[in-house]
């Protein structure tokens, strides 16, 4: 089995699904499917006469995509637009077309203001019609994030700038350390650059692409080489009820 067959493998056990671009190409950020899905049936769950089933984010033209400026984490898929594709049941209270839009207008506002996704799509299908009163989705709250060890040197160093920026709930580590410093080729004649990965948990209190800007910026400029910074949000956690 090869390091990307492994990857792939160890990844699909934990269950976080894609690994999705956040932003654009220099933003460097990408999230855990599992964790954008948690935060997207979290907020249409009160939506009334409506109960979302399948969800699922991929690229909308994975031809079209984009070369990220920085190096992205194994197997992540590369920077462009985003299509959500959703089934959902939904009560006869009202004429479908207009609790179909009810969803989509929630959904894409969640994947832009809360996540930072680029979605270019929503896809939904109706897969089935529930009683009047049984039109709530469930809510399934994610797991708070077990805490990590950094490691030594520049990994600490790392790790603690990046669990300085406010939304940052904790280091996940899911694919491996939660801090992972290796080296990039620069070009032709040129040194390698060291190249920093962090995986990281973040509150939903801010948006997760704002986030993962911060923790780039901090951790870059935590360490004395100015390397370049990637970050992969791999869960997302609720903000407590007051």
């Given at each position: 089995?090869t390091?990307e067959?492994?990857?792939?493998?160890?990844?699909?056990?934990?269950?976080l699904?894609?690994?999705?671009?956040?932003?654009?190409?220099?933003?460097?950020?990408?999230?855990?499917?599992?964790?954008?899905?948690?935060?997207?049936?979290?907020?249409?769950?009160?939506?009334?006469?409506?109960?979302?089933?399948?969800?699922?984010?991929?690229?909308?033209?994975?031809?079209?995509?984009?070369?990220?400026?920085?190096?992205a984490?194994?197997s992540?898929?590369?920077?462009?637009?985003?299509?959500?594709?959703?089934?959902?049941?939904?009560?006869?209270?009202?004429?479908?077309?207009?609790?179909?839009?009810?969803?989509?207008?929630?959904?894409?506002?969640t994947?832009?203001?809360?996540?930072?996704?680029?979605?270019g799509?929503?896809?939904?299908?109706?897969?089935?019609?529930?009683?009047?009163?049984?039109?709530?989705?469930?809510?399934?709250?994610?797991?708070?994030?077990?805490?990590?060890?950094?490691?030594p040197?520049?990994?600490?160093?790392?790790?603690?700038?990046?669990?300085a920026?406010?939304?940052?709930?904790?280091?996940?580590?899911?694919?491996g350390?939660?801090?992972?410093?290796?080296?990039?080729?620069?070009?032709?004649?040129?040194?390698?650059?060291?190249?920093?990965?962090?995986?990281?948990a973040?509150?939903?209190?801010?948006?997760a692409?704002?986030?993962?800007?911060?923790?780039?910026?901090?951790?870059?400029?935590?360490?004395?080489?100015?390397?370049?910074?990637?970050?992969?949000?791999?869960?997302?956690?609720q903000?407590?009820?007051v």
């Open positions: 089995m390091a067959q492994w990857t792939r493998t160890v990844r699909h056990q934990l269950g699904g894609r690994l999705l671009p956040l932003g654009g190409p220099r933003d460097g950020a990408w999230i855990a499917e599992e964790a954008a899905q948690a935060v997207l049936r979290s907020a249409v769950a009160a939506l009334p006469d409506v109960r979302l089933g399948a969800l699922r984010i991929g690229l909308a033209d994975p031809d079209g995509a984009r070369e990220s400026a920085v190096p984490p194994p992540a898929l590369p920077p462009g637009p985003l299509r959500l594709a959703a089934d959902f049941e939904a009560t006869p209270a009202e004429p479908l077309p207009v609790t179909a839009e009810r969803l989509r207008t929630a959904l894409a506002g994947a832009t203001d809360l996540l930072g996704l680029d979605l799509e929503v896809d939904l299908r109706v897969t089935g019609l529930l009683d009047e009163d049984t039109g709530h989705s469930p809510v399934r709250r994610p797991e708070p994030p077990r805490p990590q060890e950094a490691g040197g520049d990994e600490t160093l790392a790790a603690e700038a990046a669990l920026v406010p939304g940052v709930r904790g280091l996940t580590g899911l694919l350390r939660p801090v992972h410093i290796g080296e990039q080729e620069t070009g032709e004649g040129s040194l390698p650059r060291r190249h920093v990965r962090v995986e990281l973040v509150g939903t209190d801010r948006r692409l704002d986030v993962a800007r911060e923790v780039r910026a901090s951790v870059g400029e935590a360490l004395a080489d100015r390397p370049t910074v990637a970050v992969l949000v791999t869960a997302t956690v903000a407590a009820a």
